[in-house]
Nanobody, 120 residues
């Protein structure tokens, strides 16, 4: 069964750090790019960061650039989002997505999300 399970969310003060994990199972994780999204109440879902399947290329939303780092350990079938210098506006449910596109075929899997709350 295909699964992506996020963990590592919680309550943190402004300026603090969290590391989110995305554990993959049931598919070949190393064949898939991985994205992190977030969605705050009343807001559009936002693409936060992306990483290619081998980890060779990353991209970040301007709002998190310089503060967040996306990474992956394919041997552990796990992706990560290191979040530093957190701000209240980072408060959201964070989701990981694994995606593979080959011609007409697209495989896309989502995790259940993990809550990140940044508040004093």
């Amino acid at each position: 069964q295909v699964q992506l399970v996020e963990s590592g969310g919680g309550l943190v003060q402004p300026g603090g750090s969290l590391r989110l994990s995305c554990a993959a199972s049931g598919f070949t994780f190393s064949d898939y790019a991985m994205n992190w999204y977030r969605q705050a109440p009343g807001k559009e879902r936002e693409l936060v960061a992306t990483i290619t399947n081998a980890g060779g290329s990353t991209n970040y939303a301007d709002s998190v650039k310089g503060r967040f780092t996306i990474s992956r350990d394919n041997a552990k079938n796990t992706g990560y989002l290191q979040m530093n210098s957190l701000k209240p506006e980072d408060t959201a449910v964070y989701y990981c997505k694994a995606v593979r596109v080959r011609g007409w075929m697209k495989y896309e899997y989502w995790g259940q999300g993990t809550q990140v709350t940044v508040s004093s």
